[in-house]
């Protein structure tokens, strides 16, 4: 089978198309044939490696660990394991490979109790594949970590990123009266997702304007944390998305004497996050942001768009043209 395959770290032209075995499902697995995929921060990250963690999960040197990128998907069942009783061949699905990657490559072996689920009736495969991580992740903010409940105020920076126009979506979902700071070029369609407020990042500092908030969600992770808690209400929360770990010195300097709290964190990616997250996709509140879409041999193009930092929403990884 083909699959991108990366046998250093660096910059996106590491990323090699290659003929690589065919995987075989165990007893308690299934075999996924790929149809989409999507890149993100996890992706890049993992083959630019942070200078500590990636490297202790996948390799000091080289990437020995994972090799195949990737961890949303949307494709199709081809066959599962004899212990395998929720899934059978023909099943069409969209979920997350995890920490193990493998999505970019046209077979995926996932086991019965992983992060995915049958595919949203009203979204092509790849517009179901660019949901799971984007959406769990703003999820978990605003639920798990937040607690955002309805008629709180929320201010979500950089509600343009894949995660931030889920978050935009799922607080509406909660009731949340929520302003959206982002471009100028980007208020229109992010205004359309649901947010009630706008704010051009590029022509006003919301700290400056003396509005309180019950939250602020930092999706893009860009946000001076201790900048922020001027503009948080007394027990308000900072969600931090992307910078946890290399600010935490940061958000305890910002927080101390102080009421307010800062969270980080990673979502979990439950399969029963996936029909929820499916059921709004179907009744019509929920929608993915698809930017641009790249065959699976244009990977290093996509890749070094999406690293310009320009995107909106997300991009996508297309394997079906593979398969017709």
Not at 148 to 158: F, M, P
Not at 247 to 253: G, N, P, W
Request: charged share 25%.
């Amino acid at each position: 089978m083909k699959a991108i395959v990366f046998e250093k770290y660096g910059p996106p032209e590491v990323l090699q198309i290659k003929d690589v075995e065919k995987p075989t499902p165990k007893e308690n697995e299934v075999l996924i044939r790929v149809y989409a995929t999507s890149i993100t921060a996890a992706d890049w990250r993992m083959r630019k490696t942070d200078p500590f963690l990636a490297r202790m999960i996948n390799g000091l040197l080289r990437p020995r660990k994972f090799n195949i990128l990737g961890i949303e998907l949307a494709g199709e069942v081809e066959e599962v394991g004899y212990e395998v009783t929720q899934f059978k061949p023909g099943d069409q699905v969209f979920g997350t490979t995890g920490f193990t990657f493998g999505a970019y490559a046209e077979y995926v072996c996932l086991p019965e109790s992983g992060s995915f689920t049958q595919r949203p009736a009203n979204l092509p495969f790849e517009e179901a594949a660019a949901v799971p991580v984007g959406a769990d992740t703003a999820w978990f903010f605003l639920r798990t970590q937040g607690n955002i409940q309805s008629g709180q105020k929320l201010l979500i920076y950089g509600a343009s990123s894949s995660v931030g126009s889920y978050a935009v979506q799922l607080a509406k979902y909660l009731g949340a009266e929520t302003t959206a700071v982002c471009s100028t070029a980007n208020q229109e369609w992010v205004k359309n997702l649901g947010a009630d407020k706008m704010i051009d990042y590029t022509r006003e500092d919301f700290t400056q304007s003396g509005e309180k908030y019950d939250a602020i969600f930092d999706a893009v992770g860009k946000l001076s944390i201790r900048g922020s808690m001027k503009s948080l209400k007394e027990g308000g929360v900072f969600l931090d998305a992307v910078g946890m770990m290399r600010r935490t010195v940061q958000a305890k300097l910002a927080t101390a004497r102080s009421s307010k709290r800062v969270f980080g964190g990673t979502a979990t990616g439950k399969a029963e996050d996936l029909v929820f997250y499916r059921e709004l996709i179907e009744a019509g509140k929920l929608k993915p942001v698809i930017d641009r879409r790249y065959p699976l041999e244009e990977i290093v193009e996509a890749t070094n768009y999406v690293e310009t930092g320009r995107k909106k929403g997300n991009v996508v990884i297309t394997l079906g043209h593979l398969w017709e």
